[in-house]
T-cell receptor
């Protein structure tokens, strides 16, 4: 148990619907990361926060994706107008500032029908 | 985009044998890490090796790093069925806080 929790663990939705995922990092970690992993691939970086500030976004993060971390604690990742290509595992990780190890949550598996 | 690649893509061994996985990457790095992922689960951190280190041990794990060849290897000795998982190397490029992962090696250890 790494201490990072994600909710829900699984989500099935129809194309065009909006979905929102939540990540609760390890409490003393001020950095939070989102990754996406498709079948047979390694995780790919989406975005990361230091406290409430979103410091970096990947070009993978299209306009339909938005992430927030309003109070510097939990974070949400919203996908609007989902497409079948959004089907993937969405992983959240956290770390201390300056810490080199990221601790991952169990992931949210999204299936878009 | 993926930073590098693990080799082999899949490895099948018997319990008690050693498993060696290799990772290549493309850019200058601060450190390289290895993670394990059981099927459909999150990633578990195994070991970190800094760019100025050449070898590191942790229990049954041995990691080497050759920055001149931009490659690393992970050796698991005396493997167990519970070691069955996918193994990923991840690098953080100099100046960046995020990790770039390879495609992983799927290890199957049979009893």
């Amino acid at each position: 148990d790494t201490g990072v929790s994600q909710d829900p663990r699984h989500k099935i939705t129809k194309r065009g619907q909006n979905v929102t995922f939540r990540c609760d990092p390890i409490s003393e970690h001020n950095r939070l990361y989102w990754y996406r992993q498709t079948l047979g691939q390694g995780p790919e970086f989406l975005t990361y926060f230091q406290n409430e500030a979103q410091l970096e976004k990947s070009r993978l993060l299209s306009d339909r994706f938005s992430a927030e971390r309003p109070k510097g604690s939990f974070s949400t990742l919203e996908i609007q107008r989902t497409e079948q290509g959004d089907s993937a595992m969405y992983l959240c990780a956290s770390s201390r500032q300056g810490g080199q190890t990221q601790y991952f949550g169990p992931g949210t598996r999204l299936l878009v029908l | 985009s993926q930073q590098g690649e693990e080799d082999p893509q899949a490895l099948s061994i018997q319990e008690g044998e050693n498993a060696t996985m290799n990772c290549s990457y493309k850019t200058s790095i601060n450190n390289l890490q290895w993670y394990r992922q059981n099927s459909g689960r999150g990633l578990v951190h195994l070991i970190l090796i800094r760019s100025n280190e050449r070898e590191k041990h942790s229990g049954r794990l041995r990691v080497t790093l050759d920055t001149s060849k931009k490659s690393s290897s992970l050796l698991i000795t005396a493997s167990r069925a519970a070691d069955t998982a996918s193994y990923f190397c991840a690098t953080d490029e100099r100046g960046y806080s995020t990790l770039t992962f390879g495609k992983g090696t799927m290890l199957l250890v049979s009893p």
